[in-house]
């Protein structure tokens, strides 16, 4: 198929979402396809994201669970998490996944590269090496990496990339960030058993989720011993020592939920807890507090991968925030360049990656033109307890349309037996006028479960009489879900 070109498609990035692109396009419609990666295959989800951070979620829950078995009978201890042996199972798997990924390129015949790639043009593509490769076709598949605030001295901090390669874990860590990747983190080293202080420059964590949802995950965080500072921002950091005026304890660290320990002893306990860092860190944050930690995190956001990709030469639009622009079909202002993935910063979600790469291989190799459908889209935050969401939270839902709100809060039957404080939380957000449900929000243990059953429904658009008509499996908690006949509030 391929012609005048040396393939009919050109792969930039072995992530979920281009992987699945390159092998569909190659198995499916016999194209000729080729692909580039300068890093592991899998991407950000299978080697530095999803993957290895949901069993370092699921790690992190042991921690409680045998004091929680004490309360039902069992004779139960916990001993000590053993961090080099969880890692090096860890790392075995990622390397299994990694092997899957190469093995079904190589089984649709798509011609890998393992070198970076840049587009020279808008029908060529240049490899490290110096080679060139045209394509009639090129998809761009880079997708996000983390990035660093512009502060002297952040790069003594780590970001959520280095979270796996930790040559041990640190005995206090401060998390800078608000959003979903610094909250799940927090709860997954507090779980590990590290001291955890998060610090957020805005008025609650997790912006952009419902507000009583996320508060419901705050108050959560803080009950399990998390120091969580709102309206506080790192605004300088050192080396502990080597800040100016040298280390000062102050009464500020009480305030920042710490003990007052000399910044020695905990040069001595860290020593070597980070790979690539040489000691304690000296923060000090906006709100006057100052503290030694052994490591910092900044979980601040991430930004898509473009640079030095030769995409503006070629005539490809670049957004304000380094995004590739690309219209529903996920083509660029040059028609033979197209884009998907968080390298786009539409939704940056891995499932959505992939359903970009199918529409994108439907519509330039099957003839059918198919746009991205973004609405709708269920997700999980893998906090403790999780939040699960889909559709409109609250507040966005008041501002479109009249709505009432069916919402309960209560202590699970598992926990609250144990004596535990923990709540949940189900809420439905629904229109007075259609009476369809315009969004779910669930917070509770494996709330992730829960929401991919109930983003059927929401997606169906399914109304609030229909979720009534359905009888409930008892006992559960989800079953709250069809059981809440009279609103809360209506707005």
């Given at each position: 198929?391929a ?8 792969v930039i990035g ?10 569909v396009?190659?198995?499916e419609?016999?194209?000729k396809?080729g692909?580039?990666?300068?890093d592991?295959y ?10 290895p951070?949901k069993?370092m979620?699921?790690?992190?829950e042991?921690?409680?669970?045998a004091?929680?078995?004490?309360s039902?009978?069992?004779d ?5 998490f053993n ?6 199972k860890?790392?075995d ?7 899957v990924?190469r093995?079904?390129?190589d089984?649709s015949g ?5 070198q ?5 043009d808008a029908?060529t593509v240049?490899?490290a090496d110096g080679?060139t490769k045209?394509?009639k076709h ?6 996000g ?6 502060l002297?001295?952040?790069?003594l901090?780590i970001?959520?990339?280095d979270i796996?390669n930790l040559?041990q874990l ?5 998390i ?5 990747i610094?909250?799940?983190f927090?709860?997954i080293?507090?779980g590990?058993g ?8 805005g008025?609650q ?7 009583e949802a996320?508060g419901l995950v705050?108050?959560s ?6 120091d969580?500072?709102?309206g506080s921002?790192?605004?300088?950091m050192a080396?502990?020592?080597e800040?100016?005026?040298g280390?000062r304890p102050?009464?500020?660290?009480a305030?920042?939920g710490?003990?007052a320990r000399?910044?020695?002893?905990l040069?001595?306990?860290?020593d070597g ?6 000691g304690?860190?000296w923060?000090?944050?906006?709100n006057?507090?100052?503290r ?8 601040t956001?991430?930004?898509p991968s ?5 995409l503006?030469?070629?005539g490809?639009?670049i ?5 590739i ?6 083509q660029?202002a040059v028609?033979?360049?197209y884009a998907?993935?968080d390298v ?7 499932p959505?990656a992939?359903?970009?790469g199918?529409?994108?291989v439907?519509?330039v190799f ?5 746009p991205?459908?973004?609405d709708l ?9 999780e939040?699960?969401?889909v559709g409109?939270?609250?507040e966005?839902?008041r501002?479109?349309e009249p709505v009432?709100i ?9 926990t ?7 709540r949940?939380?189900m ?6 006028e ?12 494996n ?6 059953m109930v ?14 008509a359905t009888?409930?499996?008892h ?6 879900l069809?059981?809440?006949r009279?609103p809360?509030?209506?707005a």
């Amino acid at each position: 198929m391929a012609d005048a070109f040396d393939f009919d498609l050109f792969v930039i990035g072995g992530g979920s979402g281009g992987v699945r692109a390159a092998r569909v396009a190659a198995s499916e419609y016999d194209a000729k396809v080729g692909l580039a990666e300068d890093d592991r295959y899998g991407g950000t989800c299978v080697i530095r994201g999803c993957v290895p951070k949901k069993l370092m979620v699921f790690a992190s829950e042991y921690s409680v669970m045998a004091e929680d078995a004490q309360s039902y009978g069992w004779d139960m201890k916990a001993g000590p998490f053993n961090w080099h042996g969880f890692k090096t199972k860890l790392n075995d798997e990622l390397d299994r996944l990694e092997g899957v990924y190469r093995k079904l390129l190589d089984g649709s015949g798509v011609e890998r590269f393992d070198q970076r790639a840049r587009i020279r043009d808008a029908h060529t593509v240049e490899l490290a090496d110096g080679t060139t490769k045209t394509a009639k076709h090129i998809l761009v598949a880079t997708g996000g990496a983390p990035v660093r605030p512009d502060l002297p001295n952040a790069d003594l901090g780590i970001v959520s990339d280095d979270i796996f390669n930790l040559e041990q874990l640190p005995k206090s860590i401060l998390i800078i960030g608000g959003g979903y990747i610094a909250c799940e983190f927090a709860c997954i080293l507090n779980g590990l058993g590290v001291e955890v202080a998060l610090h957020y420059r805005g008025a609650q964590i997790l912006r952009g989720f419902d507000d009583e949802a996320r508060g419901l995950v705050a108050e959560s965080m803080r009950e399990s011993g998390i120091d969580l500072v709102m309206g506080s921002n790192i605004v300088e950091m050192a080396l502990a020592g080597e800040q100016e005026d040298g280390p000062r304890p102050t009464a500020s660290d009480a305030a920042m939920g710490a003990s007052a320990r000399d910044a020695e002893v905990l040069r001595k306990q860290s020593d070597g807890a980070a790979a690539g860092q040489s000691g304690p860190i000296w923060v000090k944050t906006s709100n006057g507090g100052e503290r030694v930690y052994d490591m910092v995190l900044f979980a601040t956001g991430r930004a898509p991968s473009t640079k030095d990709m030769g995409l503006e030469d070629a005539g490809v639009g670049i957004g304000r925030r380094g995004e590739i622009e690309v219209d529903a079909y996920s083509q660029t202002a040059v028609p033979s360049i197209y884009a998907i993935g968080d390298v786009t910063n539409r939704v940056n979600l891995t499932p959505v990656a992939i359903r970009e790469g199918m529409a994108f291989v439907k519509t330039v190799f099957g003839g059918e033109p198919t746009p991205v459908d973004h609405d709708l889209i269920a997700s999980a935050i893998f906090t403790q307890p999780e939040m699960g969401t889909v559709g409109m939270s609250e507040e966005e839902a008041r501002e479109a349309e009249p709505v009432e709100i069916y919402c309960t809060s209560f202590k699970p039957m598992q926990t609250a037996f144990a004596g535990k404080p923990n709540r949940v939380l189900m809420k439905l957000v629904v229109s007075k006028e259609t009476r369809v449900v315009l969004g779910c929000h669930i917070v509770a243990p494996n709330a992730g479960e829960l929401i991919q059953m109930v983003g059927i429904a929401v997606k169906a658009g399914l109304t609030k009489e229909q979720f009534d008509a359905t009888c409930a499996v008892h006992p559960t908690m989800s079953e709250e879900l069809v059981t809440m006949r009279n609103p809360m509030r209506t707005a």
